[in-house]
């Protein structure tokens, strides 16, 4: 009996290495936050600030939710890049890190306090979520 990692397609391994990147790309959201926080003064347990919390609320709301909107997508990618990469691998690891890409320059242009700034990238990032 073939052991799973032998019914792989032979290029699945860049399917992990998108994810690895996504993953990377995550933890860098999650040090923006972090930073975010300290700068602006924003303690846990609060998810998303308020006027009474810091008199940069908006500013730091921008960050958390570009993060949190990254994490919102994360279940549905990862399945699809899963999934799709048994039939098509190297398809999906060129959807994916474009996608990976696209949620970089998203939560750039959301964390610098004009959420518009999100959309230029942001359409090519609702083309890879469709």
């Known amino acids: ?21 996504y993953y990377v790309l995550n933890i860098y959201m999650q040090i923006q936050v972090g930073r975010a926080r300290k700068k602006y003064n924003v303690l846990y347990p609060i998810l998303y600030a308020t006027e009474a919390d810091s008199k940069d609320f908006k500013l730091f709301n921008c960050i958390q939710r570009g ?15 899963v999934v799709g990469g048994l039939k098509h691998p190297l398809i999906c ?38």
């Open 1 to 21: 009996m073939a052991g799973i990692v032998e019914l792989l397609p032979k290029e699945y391994g860049y399917i992990l290495l998108t994810l690895a990147a």
């Open 67 to 81: 993060h949190q909107n990254s994490l919102e997508s994360l279940p549905i990618f990862f399945v699809m890049m």
């Open 93 to 130: 690891t060129g959807l994916g890190l474009g996608y990976t890409v696209s949620r970089y320059f998203y939560f750039t242009g959301y964390s610098s306090g004009n959420p518009k700034k999100r959309l230029p990238i942001g359409y090519v990032d609702s083309i890879y979520n469709s």
